[in-house]
């Protein structure tokens, strides 16, 4: 099992740029495969974007595609999702989640076991 720890939430512009975080502690954070999800008032948890273990291998929602990068730094155990252009539809509380994985450039939708608490991210209009 590892622990996540989001942070960097805050209210952002339309328009503006944020850096959210996610710390890990527990497990080898590196035999992990992570992502960040969404989840928007009165809608489902969506995923946002995924990486796989090695960092080389990343999903795009089509709705952040160009706009949102996610990132690792494993020897820091820690996950980045860098959002720029932000809207005001992505206003959401954002998780960051984890999950084995047996290979090093696999990413997944699914099946994640270990979740943070999340955080909340506004963009004002």
């Known amino acids: 099992q590892v622990q996540l720890v989001e942070s960097g939430g805050v209210l952002v512009q339309n328009g503006g740029s944020l850096r959210l975080s996610c710390a890990a502690s527990g497990r080898t954070f590196s035999t992990y495969a992570i992502c960040w999800f969404r989840q928007a008032p009165g809608k489902d948890r969506d995923i946002v974007a995924a990486i796989s273990r090695s960092g080389g291998i990343k999903y795009f929602a089509d709705s952040v595609q160009g706009r949102f990068n996610i990132s690792r730094d494993n020897a820091k155990n820690t996950l980045y999702l860098q959002m720029s252009s932000l809207k005001p539809e992505d206003t959401a509380v954002y998780y960051c989640?984890?999950?084995?994985?047996?290979?090093?450039?696999?990413?997944?939708?699914?099946?994640?076991?270990?979740w943070g608490q999340g955080i909340q991210d506004t963009v004002s209009s």
């Open positions: 989640a984890a999950r084995l994985s047996p290979t090093t450039t696999s990413w997944y939708f699914s099946g994640y076991s270990d």
